[in-house]
């Protein structure tokens, strides 16, 4: 079964590295070369020197970008150079649009298409238990398991082409809201004298806890260690989705715009390299004190 990933950042290189032992055969690419050749030394597997070349006899092409513009500028370059009957799996944060201009691109030319979004971040990817929100056609969704299930636990078919990115998106809205939340709560307290550390203690065994509170927070806001994991431009980006998807069906949704808001600001702020669990900081900047 031959594989073709395109896209080796934090979250597609340790996906990808599932896919280099039988039964498959990986090619891999990447933008910047010399992370596609360190990749492909270490894992003894081919790096493209292009992305045709990468994806001309591919059965599964994975794309795993920044955003869903990317997918489509690099879609113009490999198209042609996709077989037909093969399939395109999506695995970026993308737009529902998008994907479903993509995957009627594809259609003309008999190439199926998912969007397969994932979550649990760089830790799930590199234990191969992350989460795959799949929008697509039930059949298509069925045929890509083999190759889902090398780096996803827990694989769901949220509905048809569109439907991963959209669960993804609102996914990430709440991951916005809980970092925004958790930060007001805590600088809140700090304010009147509550250590960070116990409230922390008494909110994550009480109802107000979160994976934020629980996980994030301890290591990345108490420790002061932000591990560019997962970028604030990315959930920028994500929640700046979500919003779109609220506003086009007319609905009211004040706590996904406010967070669009908010992150775009701390974005701002913060610039493109920040964690974004950094977003704390502009939170403790404007209440003037420090969460710790």
């Given at each position: 079964m031959k594989v073709a990933f395109l896209g080796l950042g934090a979250i597609g290189a340790p996906m990808a590295s599932h896919l280099t032992t039988d039964p498959f055969t990986l090619t891999v690419w990447n933008r910047t070369r010399e992370?596609?050749?360190a990749f492909a030394g270490e894992h003894k597997v081919v790096a493209a020197e292009s992305a045709p070349e990468a994806v001309t006899d591919a059965?599964?092409?994975?794309?795993c970008l920044p955003s869903s513009r990317e997918v489509s500028q690099l879609l113009s370059e490999i198209e042609e150079s996709i077989p037909s009957g093969a399939m395109l799996i999506d695995c970026t944060s993308g737009d529902p649009a998008t994907s479903r201009d993509i995957a009627a691109r594809l259609e003309k030319r008999d190439v199926a298409f998912?969007?397969?979004p994932v979550s649990g971040g760089v830790k799930g990817a590199?234990?191969?238990t992350l989460t795959v929100m799949c929008g697509g056609k039930k059949q298509n969704v069925q045929r890509a398991i083999p190759v889902l299930q090398t780096f996803g636990k827990k694989?769901?078919?949220?509905?048809d082409v569109g439907a991963g990115d959209a669960?993804?998106?609102m996914n990430q809205a709440l991951l916005a809201i809980h970092i925004w939340s958790a930060g007001e709560a805590l600088a809140a307290l700090a304010k009147l004298g509550v250590e960070s550390s116990v409230a922390l203690d008494v909110i994550n065994g009480s109802s107000g806890r979160s994976n934020s509170s629980e996980n994030l927070f301890p290591e990345r806001v108490l420790g002061r260690k932000y591990p560019r994991t997962f970028k604030l431009?990315?959930?920028d980006k994500d929640v700046g989705i979500a919003k779109q998807i609220v506003d086009g069906e007319n609905l009211e949704s004040p706590?996904?715009?406010l967070a669009s808001r908010l992150f775009s600001e701390a974005h701002g702020e913060l610039g493109d390299e920040a964690d974004h669990v950094e977003a704390v900081r502009v939170i403790e900047k404007r209440a003037e004190v420090r969460i710790s």
């Open positions: 992370k596609a050749v059965d599964f092409v994975i794309t998912i969007d397969a590199v234990a191969g694989i769901v078919r949220c509905g669960v993804k998106a431009a990315l959930l706590f996904i715009e």
